[in-house]
């Protein structure tokens, strides 16, 4: 029974995945509830958004659920995130192997806009509203064999500003295959294709599809791991060569068993962030992190840099 439920769920994935690489299927960008593009957890955000070929990480499940597969025990991570002005967003995540199902993972992202003013016509003080936006997943992987590994996980989306409401549900698709054990992997996903279940007004918005792929490299005699991510390829753009605007390298240093060092960087984030031409950007794009193993517990911190917007600061505590 166990055998065929995970036939079952690794045609529905490996079948949706070739799906949604059909241009039926692709979103332009402007949409709904870009929350869900945050870079989770500080791993993640210290290597500039490069994900897609992650292993050995409970936030995979945020990222490409295909990474479960690669879970050498059960482990459970919380992050918290510190943005600009009163912005605040913590995460949840779980991974690992049940027996007789394969793995399993689960998490929740919650972000909190603070206490915003509300004004009328004439800009008259009408008091105070909240807002906040939440997403909880739950996701599959499997390994079949030859080195492919596949995942997919649902996920359901809430957001609150003032009164009104929306809610949605959608669905990550993800693949990785070792090229090389334990020294090439390359990875590529489908994140958020889904649909509005109830919009703010009356009109559904697009949900923030997107496809990406990447590559980790290890070289041999070399304590790092080289990653490569190409983004929001489903975007629409002015030019072919636009669609690769959105890229994030990032770079693992293992200076020992318990400790990491990171680093990143994301072209999209520095070209976005330009103020205009001839504007210093500063070291928009760039980050920089860590990471402390006690064997039990492994602590991350993230540090990414908007120049002259300021800084994001990411925690992150596994076990």
Do not use: C, W
Request: no cysteine; hydrophobic share 40%; glycine share 14%.
């Amino acid at each position: 029974m166990a055998r065929n439920m995970r036939y079952l769920i690794r045609t529905v994935i490996l079948s949706s995945l070739l799906f949604s690489a059909h241009p039926a299927a692709r979103a332009g960008s402007g949409s709904t509830f870009d929350f869900l593009r945050t870079d989770i957890g500080a791993r993640s955000g210290a290597l500039g958004g490069s994900v897609s070929s992650l292993s050995d990480d409970a936030n995979v499940i945020f990222y490409n659920p295909a990474g479960l597969a690669t879970v050498t025990r059960r482990r459970v991570s919380f992050g918290y995130f510190k943005h600009i002005l009163d912005i605040n967003s913590a995460n949840v995540a779980y991974a690992g192997d049940v027996e007789g199902l394969g793995y399993v993972g689960a998490g929740v992202l919650y972000v909190n806009y603070g206490e915003l003013r509300r004004t009328g016509p004439g800009g008259e003080d009408l008091g105070t509203f909240g807002a906040g936006e939440f997403s909880a997943n739950i996701g599959y992987g499997g390994v079949i064999d030859g080195g492919l590994r596949y995942g997919m996980a649902v996920k359901f989306i809430y957001s609150t500003i003032g009164e009104y409401s929306s809610s949605a549900l959608a669905v990550d698709l993800g693949a990785q295959y070792a090229l090389v054990p334990e020294r090439v992997t390359v990875g590529g996903g489908i994140s958020h294709l889904g649909t509005q279940l109830d919009p703010y007004a009356t009109i559904r918005e697009d949900l923030p599809l997107d496809l990406r792929v990447g590559v980790a490299v290890t070289p041999e005699h070399l304590p790092a791991t080289f990653l490569v991510d190409f983004h929001r390829l489903t975007d629409r753009r002015e030019s072919f060569t636009s669609r690769f605007r959105a890229f994030s390298v990032g770079v693992e240093f293992t200076l020992s068993p318990n400790m990491f060092l990171r680093a990143g960087y994301n072209n999209e984030r520095r070209q976005d962030l330009k103020i205009g031409s001839g504007t210093n950007s500063g070291l928009a794009g760039f980050s920089l992190g860590t990471g402390i193993s006690t064997g039990a517990y492994q602590f991350d911190y993230a540090f990414t840099s908007n120049g002259p917007v300021g800084a994001f600061h990411r925690f992150t505590i596994s076990f």
